[in-house]
């Protein structure tokens, strides 16, 4: 039974190569089905079958959710007409409600699937609205609160959009929560900043990360995104250099050098962007080359910091940005210099020195765990097979997972790799181009 709702979420999720749009998707949450108002050609019949794939990937989904994660959970979420109630008795704002909110945005940003993320999330926007309303009516009296819970609901369905491949309704969304975003006031005493929401959740206990300048980045991340996927390139680099704007003028709080938040789209790709600061000039060359800029794409990729460099020996990890620059040189025709950086990133790259904690104990059991681990080596076999081309490999020396036993990071990207990673059609056949003439 679980193979066959796993082949229905692939056969619901590949169905067709253009996104639904948010409006089908919500149509589409019931079974039911309208009478066609044609004759029956093939475009209604192209239409009707792929809303019933929508049909069967989502409600198999949703019943694997209920039927395991959602069993576990210890809050319970009001229904519509418990919610019509709560209006009618001015409590929407309540923070019983506000506590939903925040659940239903803490467990779409943990859900995988972008498509039942936003079931999780269209109910959170909704209830944010019915907060908005209240205070505005003087239910609640904290306006600028319950607004600053609506802009964390829209950068929170913003980014599922995005992953579902809607890029109009996930642009409506975060042009709207930036508009809100930049509109809030920051907090001037103690008291208002104990009071203020934790701005979406990008990361657990992180007050930088859930404060109201990182909402605004994120949002700004995903207009450009948004943009850039729909070929409106000029547009996309004034969003990516507003995300730059706020992060640079916020690095006297660390908001530059911030992790890029998981679950955040696009992120957590191997060689990706390690900082914010990072991911936003990578995006900024990316969509400048799109835009035809190819210099001033190289440039900006010349100027990025390509780090962290654990080991010190130029073996910097920031990969996303280094074949970008081979590509961008490549393309503006420096084929000399476009080899010289290949080959650099060709170069067999050690594994990340172990972390040294900072806690004594915690260095006691690490130094202890590091000589066992160098005990076993001496008397057991390391050869392991690697699952993907049957090449025995040792396993303590397995390189870069995915590549077969290769350290070279040069070997992930491919043309269809970096389009996958959504560079922009020129780059990544310059880069295409470049691997080819080799």
């Not at 639904?20 to 475009?43: A, E, V």
């Not at 923070?95 to 659940?103: D, H, P, Q, R, Y």
Request: proline share 5%.
């Amino acid at each position: 039974m679980d193979a066959m709702m796993q082949r229905y979420v692939r056969v619901g999720r590949g169905a067709t190569p253009q996104a639904w749009s948010h409006d089908d998707r919500l149509r589409n949450q019931t079974t039911s089905t309208s009478p066609s108002s044609s004759s029956g050609t093939k475009n209604d019949d192209e239409r009707k079958r792929r809303k019933a794939c929508c049909v069967v990937a989502r409600g198999t989904r949703r019943a694997l959710v209920s039927g395991s994660a959602m069993a576990g959970l210890s809050f319970k979420l009001v229904s519509f007409p418990e919610m019509a109630n709560a209006a009618a008795s001015g409590s929407v704002g309540s923070n019983s409600e506000e506590a939903t909110i925040a659940k239903l945005l803490k467990y779409g940003r943990l859900e995988g699937d972008p498509f039942t993320a936003l079931d999780f999330l269209d109910d959170a926007v909704k209830r944010a609205e019915r907060m908005v309303a209240a205070s505005e009516g003087g239910g609640d009296g904290d306006g600028g609160r319950a607004f600053g819970v609506l802009a964390s609901c829209l950068v929170a369905r913003g980014n599922a959009l995005l992953g579902a491949q809607d890029w109009d309704a996930a642009d409506a969304d975060l042009n709207r929560a930036a508009s809100m975003l930049s509109s809030l006031p920051e907090p001037s005493t103690s008291e208002q900043q104990g009071q203020v929401f934790s701005y979406y959740e990008a990361s657990a206990n992180c007050t930088v990360c859930n404060s109201r300048q990182m909402a605004l980045s994120l949002a700004y991340d995903g207009i450009g995104h948004s943009l850039s996927q729909r070929g409106r390139f000029e547009e996309a680099v004034m969003a990516f250099e507003a995300c730059s704007g706020v992060l640079a003028s916020n690095a006297s709080i660390g908001l530059d050098v911030e992790e890029v938040p998981r679950g955040w789209f696009v992120a957590g790709l191997r060689g990706g962007p390690p900082t914010m600061l990072q991911r936003a000039r990578l995006n900024v060359a990316l969509a400048k080359y799109g835009a035809g800029d190819t210099v001033g794409s190289l440039s900006i990729l010349q100027e990025t910091d390509k780090g962290p460099d654990p080991l010190d020996k130029g073996f910097p990890q920031f990969w996303d940005a280094r074949a970008a620059q081979v590509a961008a040189l490549f393309g503006n025709g420096y084929d000399g210099k476009a080899e010289l950086e290949w080959q650099q990133l060709c170069t067999s790259h050690p594994p990340p020195p172990p972390s040294v904690p900072k806690s004594k104990v915690k260095q006691y059991v690490n130094r202890a765990a590091q000589r066992m681990l160098d005990a076993e080596r001496l008397v057991t076999a390391n050869d392991c097979e690697d699952y993907d081309t049957g090449v025995a490999i040792p396993c303590d020396a397995a390189g870069i997972p995915g590549l077969g036993g290769s350290s070279s990071p040069c070997a992930l990207y491919t043309a269809q790799e970096v389009r996958a990673r959504l560079w922009p059609p020129a780059l990544a056949d310059a880069l295409a181009e470049f691997r080819g003439a080799r």
